[in-house]
């Protein structure tokens, strides 16, 4: 894996939550870095696939390949979050309501 640098400002604050982080996971402050920012952008990619989802921009299993998740997880992200994502017409509940009952 190739890597590059990256140089970012932190607030004091921030500097010592990463310093806590190297202390508990015995990692040098680029390992934690990269730890820390890894966990950030899947959180930022789940919460972006449900906005999509939620937007009607994705599907479900597209949401979830974009997350980086199995649709299993998705599901569970869905139900977690509260996200509407169905959207479906009075007729066309009618209609498959209809073909449910017979």
Same mark, same amino acid.
């Given at each position: 894996?190739?890597?590059?640098?990256?140089?970012?400002?932190?607030p004091e604050g921030d500097e010592r939550?990463?310093?806590?982080?190297?202390?508990?996971e015995g990692l040098?402050?680029?390992?934690?870095?990269r730890k820390i920012l890894e966990l950030g952008l899947a !959180?930022?990619? &789940? =919460?972006?696939? +449900?906005?999509e989802l939620?937007?009607?921009r994705l599907s479900l299993s597209a949401a979830a390949r974009f997350a980086g998740v199995s649709v299993w997880e998705?599901?569970?992200?869905v139900r977690e979050r509260k996200v509407e994502h169905i959207r479906?017409?009075?007729? !066309?509940?009618? &209609? =498959?309501?209809? +073909?449910l009952v017979g």
């Open positions: 894996m190739a890597f590059v640098t990256v140089a970012a400002r932190l939550k990463l310093r806590q982080v190297m202390h508990r040098d402050k680029s390992s934690a870095t !959180e930022w990619r &789940k =919460e972006e696939a +449900l906005a939620r937007e009607g998705m599901i569970d992200l479906i017409s009075r007729e !066309e509940l009618e &209609k =498959e309501m209809k +073909l």
